[in-house]
């Protein structure tokens, strides 16, 4: 099959090994060769992966290289998730390696300015050009996948409905943390896949979007957030564990580096905005100035580290433990809450408001905001211990 390439796609010579990396045998025990993808390497990430696209694969016994790409892991000798669901995965990942483009590309010093001057004065909450743009990007490639009934994005005041036959709801945050982007601090893309309720089908189409988006995360399928920054990191969860891939930027690759992430029991570190301290609640207060101390639970005086930007602050909490958290109403449940809490339950750790588990709560409204604390199970179990940690005093801070 190889042989049968067109011109345009050229095979990667060159992957440097890595030692910690699993060999397809070990995620494929029955030995089955993997399909191998070959992607054009002019930019990264401008091409497709040839499986998904054209349906064809290759595959050969000897040319198992130790590399196991995203759609490799999600196709039929990997955990062989549903075809549909190959297919959208693959428009997700090509619409998060544009982002990934995007954020890093120099001509997001100009969209970095109209940042700045869109915030001047206005609300801090108002779309960037750069939300703005990748929310188009997804919007796109979700419609060019065919596999979409609706999109919910945190970029829109409402779900869109894009095809009655697609059969699955994507709930998005975009570009999370773009706040940052002009201090070229990371950021991050959330998704949430469930599947269409076909029950509500014959309801108005408005009716019917908002209904689909407004599922519980009990119901999610899947999830994933992809973080930008000194690497591109995909991390996604089928209800199966957690797996983070980490993108090749020579071939246009997110290449599985991490096959079942677990976060540790305990973490020592605390990430939360601590200017609001006098805002807090005093169960917050008293946490946090515990821990800080060593003298919780675990007799060790804890760290602060806070970035602001959710995505990069979830990606070390996942690797070291601990527990981040934003406990005031900010963070959306439908876009960000969700999918996030999902990542962490499947990682071993837990999502909750505070008060309850973020994944029983039903959302009402789309936009709806809550705190969020998301981290190791002990340190969740020791916070929540408190009681009274959801900040109730939300002034909207200028900064
Ligand atoms: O201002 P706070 O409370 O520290 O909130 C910071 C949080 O807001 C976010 O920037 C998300 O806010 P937006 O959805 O308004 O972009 C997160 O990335 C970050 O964790």
Aim: one cysteine or more; proline letters at 6%; glycine letters at 8%.
């Amino acid at each position: 099959m190889q042989s049968a390439a067109p011109p345009l796609y050229h095979l990667v010579r060159f992957r440097p090994k890595l030692k910690t990396f699993p060999s397809k045998s070990q995620l494929c025990p029955s030995g089955t060769p993997f399909c191998r993808l070959r992607m054009a390497s002019v930019s990264g990430f401008g091409m497709r992966p040839l499986r998904a696209l054209a349906g064809s694969s290759s595959s050969s016994a000897g040319d198992d290289d130790g590399f196991v790409t995203l759609i490799e892991y999600v196709g039929k000798e990997g955990i062989n998730v549903k075809d549909d669901l190959v297919v959208l995965l693959d428009h997700i990942q090509y619409a998060c390696k544009r982002i990934a483009a995007l954020v890093a590309s120099p001509f997001n010093y100009s969209l970095g300015k109209q940042t700045a001057l869109a915030s001047v004065g206005s609300d801090r909450d108002a779309p960037k050009p750069l939300d703005i743009v990748s929310n188009e990007i997804i919007l796109s490639s979700l419609r060019k996948s065919g596999k979409v009934a609706v999109m919910a994005s945190e970029e829109n005041d409402a779900p869109t409905w894009i095809s009655d036959d697609g059969p699955y709801v994507v709930v998005t945050d975009p570009l999370d943390g773009s706040r940052n982007i002009d201090a070229s601090i990371p950021t991050g893309t959330i998704f949430g896949i469930y599947k269409r309720l076909e029950e509500l089908d014959n309801l108005p189409t408005e009716e019917k979007a908002m209904l689909n988006s407004l599922q519980s995360g009990s119901r999610l399928i899947a999830a994933a957030y992809v973080l930008y920054s000194s690497a591109t990191i995909l991390c996604i969860t089928f209800g199966s564990g957690t797996q983070a891939f980490t993108l090749d930027h020579s071939t246009g690759d997110f290449i599985l580096t991490n096959p079942s992430i677990k976060i540790p029991p305990r973490g020592q570190i605390y990430s939360v905005n601590d200017a609001r301290y006098f805002d807090w609640p005093e169960g917050l207060r008293q946490y946090i100035d515990t821990v800080r101390q060593g003298k919780g639970r675990y007799p060790k005086k804890y760290s602060a580290r806070y970035i602001c930007s959710l995505v990069a602050d979830l990606h070390r909490t996942l690797l070291y433990g601990g527990v981040a958290m934003n406990p005031r109403d900010h963070l959306r449940l439908v876009y960000e809450a969700n999918p996030l809490s999902f990542i962490v339950e499947q990682a071993g750790g837990r999502g909750s408001d505070g008060k309850n588990r973020i994944l029983s709560l039903q959302p009402v409204k789309l936009h709806q905001r809550l705190p969020l604390f998301l981290g190791s199970l002990e340190d969740m179990e020791e916070l929540e211990s408190y009681g009274d940690v959801q900040q109730k005093v939300n002034p909207g801070y200028e900064v």
